[in-house]
């Protein structure tokens, strides 16, 4: 990830496979934004953070779907390149809580993928822009979760590894995967990883890092989605749907 360049109905939980029922605890008064994926302000584009080169495409897709319309991310990479994905959904500079939660399908075949990236930025009232990074790390086979190892003004993103096991590659593939992911951070930017639900089991991180940068953004909510090639050179589909990010 770079880290300087970026980043409703509710959908009856019923209409969903049974493994939907959420894992994650959110209170009741928690604000939504729901089906992120049907957004039209998603943009794309190669991360300079990692090597070679990449690009992307994007379109809405009935079929693989949960709700009718899926958004799929077609990435294309030479030497490893990530292509980074992202759009904003709001903006509030008040909420600490926040749990991601969507359905992930990754086609068949799964080789081309190093890593993929599930992000949440949040400018603050003091104008640092707050990043909860999580990756599902095809290298280290463990899920990573972002900080910054500098100070805000001076800042270097640092990726930690957890102790949860993860890697892209063994996803089955061509089947939708539920993710949740929870985190809060502080008024100063301290950001403590809670767990990842992956397909109804939970997967704790237990880690709480500083992750505040001063990036010099307006105020904003937004999220990412970053797919990394792996190897020489290759292609990967993938898809996201029935994406909400709940806050408090």
Same mark, same amino acid.
């Given at each position: 990830m770079?880290?300087?360049?970026?980043l409703?109905?509710?959908?009856?939980?019923?209409?969903?496979?049974a493994?939907?029922?959420?894992s994650?605890?959110?209170?009741?008064?928690?604000l939504a934004?729901n089906?992120?994926?049907? @957004?039209t302000?998603w943009?794309? &584009?190669?991360d300079?953070g990692?090597?070679?080169s990449s *690009?992307?495409q994007?379109?809405?897709?009935?079929s693989?779907?949960?709700? #009718?319309? +899926?958004?799929?991310?077609? &990435? $294309?990479? $030479?030497?490893s390149g990530?292509?980074r994905? =992202?759009v904003?959904f709001? #903006?509030? *500079?008040? /909420?600490?809580?926040?749990?991601?939660d969507g !359905?992930?399908?990754?086609?068949?075949p799964s080789n081309?993928?190093?890593?993929?990236?599930?992000d949440?930025?949040?400018?603050?009232?003091?104008g640092? *822009? /707050?990043i909860?990074?999580?990756q599902?790390d #095809?290298?280290s086979?463990? !899920?990573d979760?972002?900080k910054?190892?500098? $100070?805000?003004?001076?800042y270097k993103?640092? =990726?930690v590894?957890?102790?949860?096991p993860?890697?892209p590659?063994k =996803?089955?593939t061509? &089947?939708?995967?539920?993710i949740?992911i929870?985190?809060?951070r502080?008024?100063?930017?301290n950001?403590s990883?809670k767990?990842?639900w992956f397909?109804?089991?939970?997967? +704790?991180?237990?880690? &709480?890092?500083?992750?505040?940068?001063?990036? #010099? =953004?307006?105020?904003?909510?937004?999220?990412?989605?970053q797919?990394?090639? @792996?190897?020489?050179?290759g292609?990967?589909? /993938?898809?996201?749907d029935?994406l909400?990010?709940?806050r408090w």
């Amino acid at each position: 990830m770079k880290y300087l360049a970026s980043l409703a109905f509710l959908c009856c939980l019923t209409s969903l496979p049974a493994v939907a029922q959420r894992s994650a605890q959110i209170p009741r008064g928690a604000l939504a934004v729901n089906q992120i994926q049907d @957004l039209t302000n998603w943009q794309g &584009t190669f991360d300079t953070g990692t090597s070679g080169s990449s *690009t992307g495409q994007m379109s809405l897709q009935e079929s693989p779907s949960l709700s #009718g319309s +899926s958004r799929e991310f077609y &990435t $294309t990479y $030479t030497n490893s390149g990530g292509e980074r994905y =992202w759009v904003s959904f709001g #903006g509030d *500079t008040a /909420v600490t809580h926040f749990v991601y939660d969507g !359905w992930i399908y990754i086609a068949s075949p799964s080789n081309g993928i190093a890593n993929i990236e599930i992000d949440t930025d949040q400018v603050m009232s003091n104008g640092q *822009t /707050v990043i909860f990074g999580v990756q599902c790390d #095809g290298y280290s086979g463990t !899920w990573d979760v972002t900080k910054n190892a500098g $100070t805000p003004q001076n800042y270097k993103g640092q =990726w930690v590894h957890s102790s949860a096991p993860c890697n892209p590659r063994k =996803w089955t593939t061509d &089947t939708w995967h539920h993710i949740q992911i929870q985190y809060s951070r502080d008024n100063y930017g301290n950001v403590s990883y809670k767990a990842v639900w992956f397909d109804g089991a939970k997967q +704790s991180l237990n880690a &709480t890092v500083p992750s505040a940068f001063a990036l #010099g =953004w307006g105020s904003v909510l937004l999220t990412n989605f970053q797919v990394d090639g @792996l190897g020489a050179s290759g292609s990967s589909t /993938v898809y996201l749907d029935e994406l909400t990010i709940y806050r408090w």
